[in-house]
């Protein structure tokens, strides 16, 4: 389990165990540098954890960095960063990180490239791969998602016909072929019955041929999910998640959530709690 401190300066914290007991494994902050904010958005990949640190320096600028931590033998440890190929001043390189297996995705909302992909090569280096367009990240750590050879990118602020701000989703799939590797939008997820300021795309989470969406301006700003499946190379609309609970209680759902399998997590910030769908 990893976590940032959420301070200006940031740090990662490492957490190792069950539901009923955790063991700390150790707090990582920025280096020597302050005001980093390390550990804005955080990613986990096996034995390795990915931490944004958007106002990171790189070069003579805050253009942002990643930082990278591996562990051996039980222990873990910095090791590298990322960081974006221009030095351009305040790009936040490292708003968003998404690791999966041996690639990560980076979002920049600032910087020319807002998306990149990274990918491991045979020796261990992490190798550019893909530069994809957004169209304005909504400076959330969850709206790009990755599993395997699919990538999701949440636009909570895309328009939508005469609907502002009702927000999409986008679908890019990876190809490997003898002539290299290619990434190409798969599809283009949005609810032709939405409404404006709906903001779908807050946050993403893919597993598999399923992919959940929030909408923290469903339902009048009680938030919700939409949950998509994959056919073929078609993405549909399977099921709206909502709770009654949340209208009851004046909770908005929508802004965090997760997905495993057939499982579904929605965050709740007035509450303080999680809300679960199977």
Known sequence: ????????????????????????????????????????????????????APSGWW???????????????????????????SDDTLAYFGEVVAASANTIVVAAPRAPDRAIVYARD????????ASLPTNGLYRSSS?????????????????????????????????????GITWTQQDFLVNVDGNAYDSMGAFVSLSGETALVG??????????????????????????LTTSEAVTAGAVIGYVGALD??????????QNGVFVFQ
């Open 143 to 179: 709206n790009i998602a990755i599993d395997g050879d699919t990538l999701i990118i949440g636009e909570p602020s895309e328009d939508f016909g005469s609907h502002y701000s009702q927000g999409a989703a986008y679908i890019y799939v990876r190809t490997r072929t003898s002539g």
């Open 215 to 240: 909408v923290p301006g469903l339902n009048g700003y009680t938030g919700g999910a939409y949950v998509f499946v994959r056919s073929g190379t078609s993405w549909t609309l399977q099921a709206t």
């Open 1 to 52: 389990l990893a976590v940032g401190s959420g301070d200006i300066d940031g740090a990662v914290h490492l957490y190792s165990g069950t539901a009923a007991s955790w063991l700390s494994l150790g707090r990582f902050s920025g280096g020597e540098y302050s005001e980093e904010t390390l550990g804005t958005a955080l990613s986990v990949a096996g034995d390795e954890v990915f931490g944004g």
């Open 59 to 85: 070069g003579n600028s805050r253009s942002g960095r990643v930082a990278t931590f591996t562990a051996s033998s039980g222990q873990w440890s910095a090791s590298e960063s990322l960081h974006a190929a």
């Open 261 to 270: 399998g057939n499982t579904a997590l929605l965050g709740s910030g007035s």
């Open 122 to 129: 045979a020796s261990g280096q992490w190798q550019w791969e």
